[in-house]
């Protein structure tokens, strides 16, 4: 299972390719907007910048809703680098875009993915990634690993490539959750993988090493 950092922020991606376990970065527009980026030219920098720390793909989300939009706005964004794969929302004409790039050999994450047809589409349409929102269903009580792994089964039953990128991810239950359901990655903000290395009986462990490392100098 992949890891994603879900962020524009450079000190948390520097941070989590630090520790070696960094396979790539999602953005979008509201965490760009998070970070008081403004404007095109500070978008591609930034896109720059998180391309030259991280060794994997990187999703940059178009602004546009309508195909032409779309179309123009990825092609400046995978031109930014190889790593750029763009990110486009699950509606016609996203999924037009996304038929259009992935026959240009164009890496592409369809996204605000809320239905299993809707993952359909995004597979049929070539999507290197699917990208369905976990929390966000839970938030209205529905049941977001649930979409994860019914997309996971579906996928395999009918031998599509597309990769089950589970996103709006909240907590380290949840990337348990989806690494169970057989997601192929999770987009996760860095408390959220922070969590996994959280054990009681490791802490109290250590610390009676310490002390009787201490013991012995
Ligand atoms: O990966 C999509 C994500 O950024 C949305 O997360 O927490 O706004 O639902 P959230």
Redesign the pocket.
């Known amino acids: 299972m992949k890891f994603f950092l ?1 962020t524009a922020n450079i000190e948390q991606i520097r941070q989590a390719q630090e520790m070696g376990i960094l396979d790539g970065v ?1 953005t ?1 527009p ?2 760009m907007a998070k970070e008081g980026i403004k404007g095109k030219s500070e978008i591609m920098e930034r896109y720059r910048t998180i391309c030259s720390i991280v060794d994997g793909p990187v999703s940059a989300e178009v602004f546009a809703t309508d195909y032409d939009g779309m179309i123009r706005e990825g092609e400046e964004l995978a031109a930014i680098d190889p790593k750029i794969t763009v990110k486009l929302p699950c509606t016609k004409d996203g999924i037009k875009a996304v038929k259009y790039f992935s026959g240009k050999n164009i890496k592409t994450n369809c ?1 605000l993915v809320f239905s299993i047809g809707q993952a359909l589409l995004a597979a049929k349409a070539g999507a290197t990634f699917v ?1 369905p ?1 976990v ?2 269903l839970d938030d209205i009580c529905e049941d977001g690993v649930g979409l994860v792994a019914h997309i996971v089964n579906i996928y395999n039953y009918y031998g599509f490539q597309t990769q089950v990128l589970a ?4 907590n380290t239950n949840h990337i348990i959750r989806c690494m169970d359901a057989g997601a192929d990655v999770a ?1 996760c903000p860095l408390p959220a993988i922070e969590g996994l290395l959280k054990h009681p009986l490791t802490e109290s462990g250590l610390e009676t090493f310490v002390r009787d490392a201490e013991k012995m100098k």
């Open positions: 879900d999602t979008n509201s965490l996204t990208s929102f929390g966000r996103a709006s991810i909240r987009t």
